[in-house]
């Protein structure tokens, strides 16, 4: 049974938990989560055979004992027996409290259990051999099983194990890496899998120095963003050569980079002469006195693993010998390490047990002193806050006489960590924060290799990781990983690579969101899973709270939580207290309006994705009901994630359009792209109705207008938004929401220069000919005068775009491009080129006046740029080249300060145009240059007039044959697009260049060019 507050393990039919108390009848069985787990399935060999042997009697017998025995050893290193039948046991670690390291604890009790076999006494005398197989992946977990293919793996390792061995998955190797020895043996076909499987053979324990050695191998990258606490360990190293001691305590949180500054601080004394003692505590040896002591003696002593007895007592006694050690002392240090009579005595018989101890320690105490005074040493304790009592009774007394040695003591422990050596004079306190955005930025470079991350996949990152070095190092792995359609944290015996090709990775305050518009929890990197559930295993009932905390979002209020967490003021104080204690959450502000702040992003993951999808679900739909009914300012994106996560996509693609529709409003049109995109995946998978078409047609307007703004007119990606509208209003029978898709169509289509803008203004006109809505009307006609313009044809261009004037009233129920407003703006500039080329400037110049003054009234940054554009046009046609520059120089300034490609592309062109004039080689290369930078936008239609610019300036500087070239080039582009409104001064300029005549009188040529051709 499992105590439901604090996780222990309590006896069946127990009324109280021995660890916390609790009265287990009165609390609720706890709730299935979803974990990565490491089960270890362990069997027993030829059991048939025993029950053919034995008595039934003797044979239950034999099995409760190889039972307990299992209980016994794996209970050390944290398992949890989750099933027996009868000699076959499945055991968890990871559940139902997660360890850091729970892979290395399943590994180890492995090779424990098989270890400790020969060693215990068996009923009826026989002999059990067992196999151990062990396997790591994500499950469905509960007190009544567990759900998931892992434990299934794990059984069938467990058949490919020999006697008395350990197995392993790929998986769960690659997490304990060279924390062991292995045998690889090969691919193999298991049963249930369909494709093969590459298990391990676990041998022993590797001889690696420490776990940071074997975890990271040997080459390392570099050192980023620890240069000044690097100096300051250089600077006490220093001190404690000249024989003033020092003690450094290094602190910080898990994965915050300790071990790699030791490492930093190894490499920069290598090349002194130095005595090195490196000592390393682990979880699994809390309880193992003097460990780290007897494992440095060892290495100083350098025994090797084939060593017998002898010879390890021989190397002992010369080191010891080379150090003058006494033979009393000699021999309690070889007792220390399971070799009595290394020296010629033994220590003195019958003393108490607290003597020998007590004697041992301080034999330790002068073996050290002595070996000070050969050369400085530099000693190293890892990760004290898991060193046994006795070593840290060792520590006090060796560093309460350190300023009298030349020693430096390099401490690292996590921060709850607090010694009562700290108070020394000599000690020092070396804390360790987070890497700064820069450091953590080259730390990514760095771990991703050779591969590429673009700058948002870098930022997401980021965002992630909080400056964690650890956590930036594995996510990284993990993006390029995935990148490269390598398994991602997935199933041991069937590798499943992301759909995306990364790692889906949640902004900061709201979930990210899938591909179906529902958000998903970020892809922890399997190495970080059992870390980041420890932390919040350790919480209890705050652990909910947690959980609750991280479905609202990176930040969440209490107010919210409040509402939606439906526990006492007091329960959810004391449980925030806890979480912030704990170091999971800062705290923002006082009083009833304070927020939370989740200290890391990989931890309001692992919170979430602890949670199952059925419980996620209730909980999203329970906080968008909250934010909609008390919180209305809440943005309409972050109400519309929780409806998508709640698996809601009708309501969430509502408020993605409303999201869509505030952030068109205030010129976010990236922001509103993304937002209307996930709106129309949210209605993938809804049934067909009336009312999801309907839903979808506004979507697709939105996106092509957010497009349209951001990417200018000519934007490809609006053609299928165009297209599917239109297919749209034909299936909901809506004739009147198609004219805003003839609109959006035929201004594509006249940018792009494509043949069909006249029928699509015929369309315009036909279907507001009856409308009563003058502002609609007003458009179609204003469409009919640029069409009628592109074909030359001006007389009739300048009927239909008065008529748009006239008809132009306050009628503002539109969208951004449809305004009566906008439109004014627009047709009065092109009914000025009109009436220019109709041989009337001064009429002219006063309707581009008026329409560029109108659009400077609106405030609109869209429409002002498209006037802009326009006037440019004008000013150019006119040949006024004072006025092209400044109009030229405002749209360019417009463009960057908004992000308008199209619009930078135009007025880079006629700026070009304008240097021309003073430094003809470079007009032509910016003019060239941006020409190739519009057309790339799709903006092919004024190109033809553009050549003939450069055709008349390349003629001046004497290069007729490409002029006449280009001229060729830009007829043709008229003969297939229609677009005929220069074909005849670019038929003019060619006749002059192929008679050998110089160009006079350049703007008198457009006037009566353009003029017969309409």
Not at 582 to 593: D, I, K, R, W, Y
Not at 831 to 857: F, N
Request: with cysteine.
């Amino acid at each position: 049974m499992v105590c439901p507050r604090c996780h222990a393990a309590t006896a069946d039919g127990a009324r109280f938990c021995g660890s916390c108390g609790a009265d287990l009848a009165s609390l609720a069985a706890p709730s299935p989560e979803r974990r990565q787990l490491s089960v270890l399935f362990c069997d027993l060999v030829d059991s048939t055979a025993l029950s053919v042997r034995l008595d039934p009697e003797d044979l239950r017998e034999v099995i409760l004992a190889y039972q307990q025995y299992v209980s016994e050893t794996v209970d050390r290193f944290g398992g949890f027996v989750a099933q027996r039948a009868g000699d076959g046991l499945m055991v968890l670690f990871g559940w139902p409290r997660a360890h850091e390291h729970d892979p290395e604890r399943a590994v180890r009790a492995g090779l424990a259990l098989v270890a400790g076999l020969a060693a215990r006494s068996w009923p009826c005398d026989v002999v059990l051999e067992i196999r151990v197989g062990i396997a790591t992946g994500l499950v469905l977990v509960e007190p009544q099983g567990v759900v998931g293919d892992t434990p299934n793996l794990a059984a069938r390792l467990q058949t490919q194990a020999e006697p008395n061995t350990v197995v392993i998955g790929p998986a769960t190797q690659g997490l304990v890496r060279g924390l062991f020895d292995y045998r690889d043996l090969g691919p193999r076909h298991l049963k249930g899998f369909a494709e093969p499987v590459r298990p391990w053979q676990v041998l022993r324990e590797s001889r690696a120095v420490g776990r940071f050695e074997a975890l990271h191998g040997t080459e390392l990258g570099p050192l980023l963003g620890r240069d000044a606490e690097l100096a300051l360990l250089l600077g006490h190293w220093r001190q404690a050569k000249r024989g003033e001691g020092r003690v450094v305590l290094l602190s910080g949180e898990p994965g915050i980079g300790k071990s790699r500054l030791v490492r930093a601080l190894l490499e920069g004394v290598a090349d002194e002469p130095h005595a090195r003692m490196r000592h390393f505590c682990a979880p699994h040896h809390t309880d193992s006195a003097l460990h780290p002591i007897a494992t440095q003696l060892e290495r100083a002593a350098r025994f090797a693993r084939e060593d017998d007895p002898g010879t390890k007592r021989a190397k002992l006694q010369a080191m010891l010998s080379a150090l003058a050690v006494t033979p009393d002392d000699g021999s309690l240090i070889a007792e220390l390490l399971g070799l009595a009579g290394a020296s010629e005595s033994s220590p003195r018989p019958g003393l108490a047990p607290m003597q020998r101890r007590q004697r041992t320690l301080d034999a330790l105490k002068r073996l050290l002193e002595a070996s000070s005074r050969r050369q400085p040493i530099l000693a190293v304790f890892e990760d004290v806050h898991w060193c046994d009592p006795t070593s840290l009774e060792l520590l006090q007394r060796v560093l309460a006489e350190l300023p009298r040695l030349p020693i430096l003591f390099v401490v690292t422990a996590r921060p709850d960590f607090a010694p009562p050596w700290l108070a020394l004079p000599h000690a020092h306190v070396v804390a360790l924060g987070r890497l700064d955005r820069a450091a953590a930025a080259a730390l990514v470079e760095s771990a991703s290799g050779p591969a590429s991350l673009d700058a948002d996949r870098v930022r997401e990152i980021l965002d992630q990781t909080d400056g964690v070095p650890l956590f930036i190092e594995e996510l990284t792995r993990a993006v390029v990983e995935a990148a490269e359609g390598a398994p991602v944290a997935s199933r041991e015996g069937a590798p499943v690579a992301s759909r995306e090709g990364a790692p889906v990775m949640s902004r900061e305050g709201a979930p990210a969101v899938s591909r179906e518009g529902a958000p998903v929890a970020s892809r922890i990197p399997t190495t970080l899973q059992a870390s980041l559930m420890s932390r919040l295993d350790r919480l209890g009932p705050a652990k909910e709270l947690a959980q609750l905390g991280a479905v609202i979002g990176r930040r969440f209020s209490w107010p919210l939580l409040a509402i939606v967490a439906g526990r006492s003021e007091q329960e959810m104080a004391a449980g925030l207290e806890q979480l912030i204690a704990a170091g999971l959450l800062f705290q923002e502000g006082q009083g009833p309006h304070r927020s939370y702040r989740f200290k890391h992003a990989l931890v309001q993951s692992a919170a979430y994705e602890s949670l199952l999808r059925s419980a996620r679900q209730q909980l999203h739909a329970r906080i968008a009901r909250a934010l909609e009914a008390r919180f209305p300012a809440t943005p309409a994106e972050q109400v519309a994630g929780h409806w998508a996560e709640a698996g809601e996509r009708a309501r969430a693609a509502a408020g993605w359009q409303k999201a869509g529709e505030q952030a068109i409003r205030r010129g976010a049109n990236r922001e509103a792209i993304a937002q209307l995109g996930k709106g129309l995946a949210a209605l993938e998978r809804l049934p067909p109705s009336a009312e999801r078409d309907r839903s979808e047609l506004a979507l697709q307007l939105l996106l092509a207008e957010a497009l349209i703004a951001d990417r200018g007119w000519t934007a490809a990606e609006t053609q299928p938004c165009w297209a599917r509208a239109r297919v749209l209003c034909e299936r909901i029978g809506e004739p009147a929401a198609l004219f805003p898709i003839l609109y959006g169509q035929f201004s594509n289509h006249l940018s792009r220069g494509e043949p069909d803008v006249h029928d699509l203004a015929a369309q315009a006109l036909q279907l507001t000919r009856d409308s009563e809505a003058a502002g609609l009307r007003a458009v179609a006609h204003a469409m009919a005068g640029m069409s009628h313009f592109a074909r030359g044809e001006f007389l009739a261009a300048r009927t239909h775009l008065e008529s748009a004037l006239l008809l132009s009233v306050a009628d503002r129920s539109a969208s951004t491009f449809l305004t009566p407003a906008h439109n004014a703006a627009i047709a009065s500039l092109w009914l000025a080129m009109t009436v220019l080329v109709l041989g009337r400037p001064d009429e002219a110049a006063r309707h581009a006046a008026a329409g560029l003054a109108i659009a400077r009234r609106l405030d609109n940054p869209h429409t002002l740029a498209h006037a802009l554009a326009l006037h440019c046009r004008f000013v150019a046609m006119a040949d006024d080249i004072a006025n092209l520059r400044a109009t030229a120089e405002e749209l360019a300034a417009l463009a960057a300060e908004h992000g308008f490609p199209f619009y930078a592309a135009a007025a880079d062109i006629y700026r070009g145009w304008v240097l021309a004039g003073r430094d003809l080689a470079r007009g032509l290369a910016m003019m060239h240059e941006s020409l190739e930078a519009f057309a790339a936008l799709g903006a092919t239609a004024l190109r033809p007039w553009f050549w003939g610019r450069i055709a008349e300036l390349s003629a001046s500087a004497g290069k007729n044959r490409d002029a006449v070239d280009l001229l060729d080039r830009a007829l043709e582009q008229i003969d297939r697009s229609g677009q005929r409104w220069c074909e005849a001064e670019l038929k003019q300029a060619k006749a002059r260049l192929q008679a050998g005549r110089s160009h006079t009188g350049r703007a008198a040529d457009v006037s009566c060019g353009l003029s017969m051709a309409g």
